[in-house]
């Protein structure tokens, strides 16, 4: 479609949702999204400025704060039974509107907890003075996901406010999620009651783009492992040992480059084994997203990508596993040069999983292998951390069908299915335990410098997803009638 085409085209579809019936209560919402946008951004502003980061304990009082300021928030909106629930590590803040117990009911789940700044040097502005630049609100979780659960808190005040809630709704917003979540199983098993809900509604994912709406349908598991590598038993001079000793940061860095093939598939025995593998029409479907390879090399600053052989981007960060070196450390690191023969060397290395994987099994691999693969003239320790579990979320339910109505009324384009890199290990623990399915209703960008430094969320973004989402919750009522 050329530029005029398109124009025209989505002039047409305007037309015809003004002239069909749903044009109200999209305009209703929009008119109280434009009447209330500057205090929308300034609360989302106030709640950035808190440094939550759950992983450095430094910042704890910043941390429970944010979990006070997303509690007045909630009570501040319409909603009941506000509780800030502790745990042995950060509090869950939960609070709930029932207003018809025959109605359905929708799970809210989000976190108010960041990733570390750091490297703090790298930012353009400060990582807790939310600034606006070209459209976009600079700030760490200002997408991952303080801006992207407040689009809820709001959308629940406007529903409230306007008396258009549709669903009960609950809402469950934790502060460990960046450090893995540990608590929440714990939190979850012993509040089944309280979290009855028909479906789980998270926006902690990314959209194609504003023009391209998508819908993920799949998250990534993970298996993390910290792996430590002894040579001598203290740090030698290089001089007067060198060439005599293995040197553990050789050996690691060999290790490591071995746990890739010369195609780049993973060279763990097993690895692969309970890998579910795509049927042609469904990678040929998956490939039909919008996806400019150019674009993609630009924006990350390197020459060419790279991957497993034999499938394309799309497929690599979506429906393959992965194994991905994220630190790697040891002997001297500081400021000029020291001599020195390391007596030991450290890595962190994470995997990604698709469905059928399994965390603890694929973690068991690793170690096993990369023992087994470990010269004598070295010890090596692998050290599991945090798991979680792939899952793929249903295309063909209500609450699939209802955002995919929302997100094309407010974007005038119908979402595609995507699937997700990341991991956000409490889905798959939801369905096991509540036996309740979710709803990746992500306004993200996969550009958003997540995790890095200059993290961004687009105005535009939080704005349409408030508008979305009250339409999400009157269709969702509507279908399961
Ligand atoms: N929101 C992300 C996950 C995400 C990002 C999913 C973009 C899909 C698209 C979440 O906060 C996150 O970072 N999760 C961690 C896992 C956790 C166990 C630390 C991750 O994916 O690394
Ligand atoms: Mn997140
Ligand atoms: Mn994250």
Redesign the pocket.
Known sequence: MSEEERKSYIICKNIFHYLCKNTFEMQKIKDYVEANKDRFLEELFELLRFPSVSADPQYKEGVLNTAEFVAQKLKDAGADKVEICPTAGYPIVYGEKIIDPSLPTVLVYG?YDVQPADPIELWETPPFEPTVRDGKIYARGSA??KGQFYMHVKAFEYMMKENELACNVKFMIEGE?????ANLGIFVNANKERLKADVIVIS???MISLENPSL?TG?RG?SYVEVEVTGPNRDLHSGVYGGAVANPATILSKMIASLHDENNHIAIPGFYDDVLELTEAERKALNEAPFDVQEYEQDLGVQELWGEKGFTTIERTGIRPTLEVNGIWGGYIGEGAKTVLPSKAFAKISMRLVPNQNSERITKLFKEHFEKIAPKSVKVEVKPH?G?EPVVTPTDSIAYKAAEKALEDTFNKKPIPTR??????IVALFEKELGIKTVLL?F?LDSDN??SPNEKYGIENYLKGIETIPLFHKYYAELSK
């Open positions: 976190h991952d996901d999620e960046e450090v893995g979540s902690d994912t990314s993920e998250l993970l945090h979680g997700g890199g990341g991991s956000i290990p992500g993200g997540l995790h």
